[in-house]
């Protein structure tokens, strides 16, 4: 099957990313994909971080395979299973305690904007107040909850009703604008005109927002305020979780302890849909069935996520991960900077954004087309889109890592000589 016109005919017309990429994948294997004639391409999108293990990960692989074959069970509601208590022993020993962290895990629908939704309204239970502090740039998901926190203009215009409860305030190294100042100044002075949050949402790496990087100090200073007025501080590690950044949790890097933390995306290992919401004990007051969904107990996402957690741990994947951002970021200072002194680039870990709104912000775009033409899926992210967003799985190839990237800027060379 390679014809699209099954789409074009039958498919809504939200559809969004197939648009960039008009061919009919069918295999995945690791950082490679393959549509229905064969041809290969480098994922440099990576399903928006869900895929972080690689796609078809053979240790994750065999242990969904391994269950399915044995009729074990798959949908469970939310009761007790042996798969789930697997997933829980497994997050806590491997991941919270050597971290020195002491959460509650949620299990909320299987997208992370519902566990966003789960976020804000415990905040704001626990508080009793309605307000939610988040950031210019932010991305949180597509409910309304989660919307009103969401920043940018085309997916607030789907709402269809005015969203609320939220103040927006700049974030870390908006140009012109001191964050922290404009924070202090927000919740200290009794004529700023906002009343006091219930908590305050961020993500420590904005993705959708244009791969915008919180400095560490910035993050320590959030979380001083959040303490010093009594406000919860909730990180939504949904992109950048996982390993992402070079930690498993982005805000490991801070020092900090977020009050709430939500995952999604590669939590299951597998690509599997699944979300949590990480809670304080003390804050964790929710009465039974309080956010109820039918699929927060997907058996095969507990098994992934298990199966993920030990590929992470086994093959010290932080340390994987550091080791290769340094080729990442080498190869755009050394190798893209130079091809316009107008570009610019942030990131971390493994992701990273080009920046060409200095030469026009619809260059990015092109330069996707390019790359796609040239065999690699990359996306645009950020202000106006006009941030190239790179974020391959964690378990790259060096080999196809280092293609990847000169297909990057053999596609930017073509898009400016446009
Ligand atoms: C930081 C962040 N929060 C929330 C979401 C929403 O997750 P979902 O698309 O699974 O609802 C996303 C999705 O891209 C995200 O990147």
């Known amino acids: 099957m390679t014809d699209i016109s099954v789409f074009e005919e039958k498919e809504s017309q939200v559809r969004s990313y197939c648009r960039k990429y008009p061919v009919v994948f069918d295999r995945a294997v690791n950082a490679l994909l393959f549509d229905s004639e064969g041809n290969r391409y480098i994922d440099f999108l990576d399903a928006a971080g869900s895929m972080n293990y690689g796609h078809n990960n053979p240790e994750i692989k065999k242990a969904v395979l391994d269950y399915l074959s044995d009729d074990r069970i798959i949908n469970a509601l939310d009761m007790y299973t042996v798969a789930k208590a697997e997933f829980i022993e497994t997050f806590n020993r491997d991941i919270l305690a050597p971290r020195g962290l002491d959460y509650k895990t949620m299990f909320c629908g299987p997208t992370g904007t519902n566990a966003v939704e789960a976020a804000v309204k415990l905040a704001r239970k626990n508080t009793g107040r309605t307000e939610i502090i988040a950031f210019g740039g932010a991305f949180h998901g597509m409910t309304l909850g989660a919307l009103s926190l969401t920043t940018d203009r085309l997916s607030r215009e789907g709402a269809g009703l005015p969203l609320t409860n939220v103040t927006h305030v700049p974030y870390d190294m908006t140009p012109g604008l001191d964050s922290i100042r404009y924070l202090r100044w927000v919740l200290g002075d009794d004529h700023s005109g906002t009343d006091k949050p219930a908590a305050i949402i961020l993500e420590t790496i ?30 939504d590690d949904i992109q950048v979780g996982n390993g992402r950044s070079g930690d498993f949790f982005s805000f490991e890097r801070a020092g900090i302890v977020p009050d709430m ?52 741990v086994n093959h010290k994947l932080d340390k994987e991960v550091k080791r290769k951002a340094v080729i990442i970021e080498s190869f755009i200072k050394e190798q893209i900077m130079p091809i316009d002194p107008r570009l610019e680039y942030r990131g971390i870990g493994f992701i990273w954004g080009i920046d060409m709104n200095n030469i026009s912000p619809s260059l990015a775009l092109k330069c996707v087309h390019k790359a796609f033409e040239n065999g690699l899926i990359c996306e645009v992210a950020g202000r106006n889109d006009g941030v190239l967003k790179l974020m391959p799985a964690l378990t790259v190839e060096d080999s196809i890592l280092e293609e990847g990237l000169e297909i990057v800027r053999k596609s930017i060379i073509s898009a400016l000589d446009e």
């Open 206 to 235: 904005q993705a959708e927002g244009g791969i915008n990087v919180a400095s560490v100090s910035w993050l320590k200073e959030v979380r001083e305020i959040c303490d010093e007025q009594g406000i919860i501080m909730i990180v």
């Open 261 to 312: 933390v939500v995952l999604s995306k590669s939590i299951s290992g597998f690509g599997m849909p699944m979300s949590i919401l990480l809670i304080k004990p003390q804050l964790d007051i929710f009465r039974p069935a309080e956010h109820n969904g039918t699929f927060r107990g997907n058996q095969l996402s507990f098994v992934g996520g298990t199966a993920g957690i030990k590929f992470f």
